[in-house]
């Protein structure tokens, strides 16, 4: 029985290179199903505008390998032929997904894949200004948050959340920036731009490096972290673990009073932390995330050049003259500088507004408490 069917199937591959489809189904079709080869068949009734056999074929065939590429692409087309885009794109992205686990892809599949590849860009453009054509109609298109909930759900932007190393605070939104116009304080510290930058360049002036701010300590491991004691991403503290740095703070009263203006949390051996965060020509801070989503980072620019930015989640924003860049720093996020130029901000820490007053006096306790038995855990 078996040499029966092999014999059959070889007359049907014959009839199917000399494209005589009628020929080639008829002799798959009396292959007993248990050793019929699914897309020999499928393949010889496409031949034959034959669809409904076509379709059954391929069904059998992933019955059989729910996995089997060739199928899933060939099952995509046939959807695409009989105008069911979506059906089509899912079959076209189940193939593109298989493919992609796979370390070794036959040569001969290369073409098909990237149909399907192209397919799928197409389909997602199509509905893409589907959706942009029904909010312009609609009257809300242009808002910002449904077109980040577009973008994400188009696969264009990754979704990023809050993975503090050491501590997360269940509850808060989800933020990657937050904008000025939402802290009364801002502004205030803003004006005072030209005189922090005055008292900077004085200091820059001294033609020291600041400390690295990654710094090995010798009672534990070293972190992971290629900038370790590298001063190209150096720090000048105003306050440091909680304590304020006595020197520096005398040099730059003018800084210090800005310091005053922010709700910085108070924590001993902990918080404030407040500096100012230079990046050397062509330095590139990797993506990581900090400690705790209990707080927000402030950058305040003071020597900014260009092509220096600041990536948190999905969303890069470049810092501005005389604009504060507020964000989550417990989310992914990496800077560079690409200038040619040094790129100094005034760094420090604020109680997130989202965060009650009794629960910063309850997070305060609890973060005193962890220091007492487990000491203050490390930046980066």
């Known amino acids: 029985m078996r040499d029966q069917s092999q014999s059959l199937a070889d007359e049907a591959r014959g009839a199917l290179q000399r494209r005589d489809g009628h020929t080639a189904r008829r002799l798959l079709l009396e292959i007993d199903e248990q050793e019929r080869p699914w897309l020999m068949l499928a393949q010889a009734s496409n031949m034959i505008g034959d669809t409904e056999t076509e379709e059954a074929a391929l069904q059998a065939q992933l019955k059989l390998n729910s ?32 493919a992609s686990s796979q370390s070794d892809i036959p040569i001969a599949l290369r073409p098909m894949l990237q149909r399907a590849e192209n397919f799928v860009v197409e389909s997602q453009k199509r509905f893409e200004q589907h959706l942009l054509d029904s909010l312009q109609k ?13 973008d994400l759900l188009l696969g264009k932007k990754q979704l990023y959340l809050q993975e503090p190393s050491s501590f997360y605070f269940p ?53 992971a972290n290629p900038l370790i004691n590298d001063p190209s ?12 740095i006595e020197e520096h703070a005398t040099r730059c009263p003018a800084t210090m ?20 965060s230079l990046l050397k020509p062509g330095t590139h801070i990797k993506p990581h995330h900090g400690l705790l989503n209990t707080r927000l980072i402030c950058h305040i620019p003071l020597i900014i050049p260009e092509n220096c930015a600041l990536r948190v989640g999905n969303e ?61 855990p490390e930046e980066i």
């Open 171 to 223: 509850g808060l939104p989800q933020k990657q920036f937050y904008e000025r116009s939402e802290f009364d304080w801002i502004g205030e510290i803003e004006a005072k731009i030209p005189a922090m930058r005055a008292e900077l360049v004085s200091v820059l002036s001294d033609g020291q490096d600041f400390v690295p701010y990654v710094e090995s300590s010798g009672d534990r491991p070293h972190a």
């Open 316 to 376: 890069t924003r470049a810092w501005k003259e005389g604009e504060a860049l507020i964000f989550d720093d417990s989310i992914e996020h990496e800077a560079w500088n690409r200038s040619q130029e040094t790129r100094v901000v005034l760094l420090f820490e604020v109680w997130r507004p989202e965060i009650s007053m009794a629960e910063r006096e309850a997070l305060t306790a609890l973060f005193e408490t962890i220091n007492e038995y487990q000491g203050v």
């Open 257 to 276: 009073a800005v310091l005053d203006l922010a709700p910085m949390p108070l924590i001993d051996k902990r918080s404030p932390i407040a500096l100012w």
């Open 138 to 150: 609609s009257g809300v298109a242009g808002e910002a948050r449904i077109q980040n909930a577009i």
């Open 233 to 244: 991403w150096g720090a000048y503290y105003f306050w440091k673990s909680g304590e304020i």
């Open 67 to 98: 996995r089997d590429i060739p199928a899933l692409i060939l099952t995509a087309e046939l959807k695409a032929r009989l105008g069911d885009d979506r059906a089509a794109s899912a079959f076209f992205q189940a193939a593109l997904n298989q």
